[in-house]
């Protein structure tokens, strides 16, 4: 049995002994029992290429973030997903790696459903005083990428224009699609960098500067392989998958 399988009913036991059975509802607990994730996030000491190189040298020296709680049920095949975040006065960058199976990647269209094939998200909240308004950055293997401004979980959102989200410098290592499924082991990586006059343009933000902090939370997701699953990096108490639950982002310690 994984770490993971034995982790999660654990915590789950422990809620249920201090707040009462898990439901469905979306309002958070009113005493947490779990702890946030933590990731420290450091300037770079030279500028990312955006190239999805893993072995650039400035991003050498920074530990990864792992992508591994389960939402609904775990699959049979856990991708083994790593994130890794550097900043500068500019930009935020951020870099995915996926040693995976069952890839399958077909969406091309800008903001189309990238979440169904193989995809990893990076989801951040850049002013903590406004908890429920964040971005939500998602692609595809293939590199297709989907970007939106939420203002409210759910009921408000801003769908960047296609332009913008395809000014982002982002760099993929499969073919733009990927059909038939590759069935065996396969690594992928994505690389962007996202620029912070582009974020001001649609809410306010906070300059990463040491000791600011974000509220995130990182994804990796496919729905439409032989291999559904939807993975998380600070983990989510709610029984079925749901990412846009800001509640349980984790945070990102800017140094």
């Known amino acids: 049995m ?120 990076f989801f951040f909240c850049p002013d903590t005083s406004k908890p429920d308004t964040y971005f939500n950055m998602e692609v595809n293997a293939g590199g297709t990428p989907l970007l939106f401004c939420v203002t409210y979980p759910w009921k408000s959102k801003i769908e960047l224009d296609s332009s913008v989200i395809r000014s982002i410098p982002l760099a993929h290592t499969m073919p733009a699609v990927v059909e038939p499924e590759i069935a065996d082991p396969v690594t992928w990586n994505i690389e962007y960098s996202i620029p912070f006059a582009l974020l001001e343009k649609y809410t306010s933000i906070v300059r990463p500067a040491p000791g600011v902090v974000w509220n995130a939370n990182f994804y990796k997701t496919a729905n439409k392989n032989s291999n559904p699953h939807y993975l998380t990096w600070s983990y989510v108490d709610f029984p079925r998958p749901n ?3 800001p509640y349980y982002f984790g945070r990102l310690e800017f140094k």
């Open 2 to 121: 994984s770490f993971t399988k034995l982790l999660i009913p654990v915590i789950l036991i422990v809620r249920c002994l201090l707040t009462g059975p898990v439901g469905i509802s979306q309002t958070p607990p009113l005493t947490p029992v779990f702890t946030k994730a933590v990731y420290p996030v450091y300037p770079a000491s030279q500028t990312p290429q955006i190239r999805a190189d893993w072995n650039d040298p400035a991003w050498l020296h920074i530990a990864p973030l792992v992508i591994t709680f389960p939402m609904g049920q775990e699959p049979p095949f856990v991708p083994h997903a790593l994130a890794r975040v550097l900043y500068d006065s500019m930009n935020i960058y951020v870099q995915f790696r996926v040693e995976d199976r069952y890839v399958r990647s077909v969406v091309q269209q800008v903001n189309g459903p990238v979440s169904g094939d193989a995809c990893v998200e």
């Open 243 to 245: 990412f846009h639950l």
